[in-house]
């Protein structure tokens, strides 16, 4: 089942989803919310390297060697900075809601049709947010078209998430976050952290 706008705010006013920061009025859609987009931006840089991904991407992130973090996005007097993302370009950005779900639901995340349609695409095959999810959500945004686009942080809506019921709560020693190989969680940037930067994996 997937949940209607009053399920959904039923929800978020029992605390069962939540949003942080809180959600203006104008991201609530039918049966979805549109999220906005962050201030943290990363790049990959090419590499004659041969990365086993088998292994995870940890290995990407913890030598940094392959990254290129693209921020902050506003200048000295604190106004925000857009970023242009050129055809052909792909970019790991974050949405600027942190999402907490609870252990009864499943998210899936999608891209909206305004950025859709000038090439614009918000995941590549990663769009589902596991019961139990707890962070901001990594957006792998590619420009498939032939315009050199906009971003701008806050402004820009340029995903959407739905929320589907499970037909039974997972336990608390099941849902995502639960397991060390959970790397995700609690995510801020859009790789997972590094071993030495004070977050818990687990």
Avoid at 55 to 74: A, H, N, V
Avoid at 110 to 138: C, F, K, N
Avoid at 182 to 194: A, E, G, I, L, Y
């Amino acid at each position: 089942m997937i949940l209607s706008r009053p399920e959904i705010q039923e929800a978020i006013e029992r605390g069962e989803i939540k949003f942080s920061p809180p959600l203006d009025e104008r991201q609530l859609g039918d049966a979805s919310v549109d999220l906005r987009l962050g201030f943290k931006f990363t790049k990959l840089k090419k590499s004659d390297v041969k990365i086993p991904l088998a292994k995870g991407i940890k290995q990407i992130s913890d030598t940094g060697l392959w990254l290129e973090e693209i921020f902050p996005f506003s200048d000295k007097f604190g106004k925000r900075k857009s970023y242009c993302i050129e055809p052909g370009e792909f970019i790991l950005a974050q949405t600027y809601e942190h999402i907490w779900i609870p252990r009864n639901l499943i998210a899936r995340v999608e891209g909206r049709s305004t950025y859709a349609r000038v090439g614009l695409s918000m995941h590549e095959t990663a769009p589902w947010l596991q019961p139990g999810w707890d962070g901001q959500i990594a957006l792998e945004i590619r420009n498939s078209g032939p315009l050199h686009l906009e971003l701008m942080p806050i402004d820009d809506k340029p995903c959407q998430v739905t929320f589907f019921k499970l037909s039974s709560e997972l336990s608390a020693d099941q849902g995502y976050g639960s397991r060390p190989t959970d790397s995700f969680q609690h995510q801020n940037s859009p790789f997972p952290p590094k071993p030495n930067d004070g977050h818990d994996l687990n």
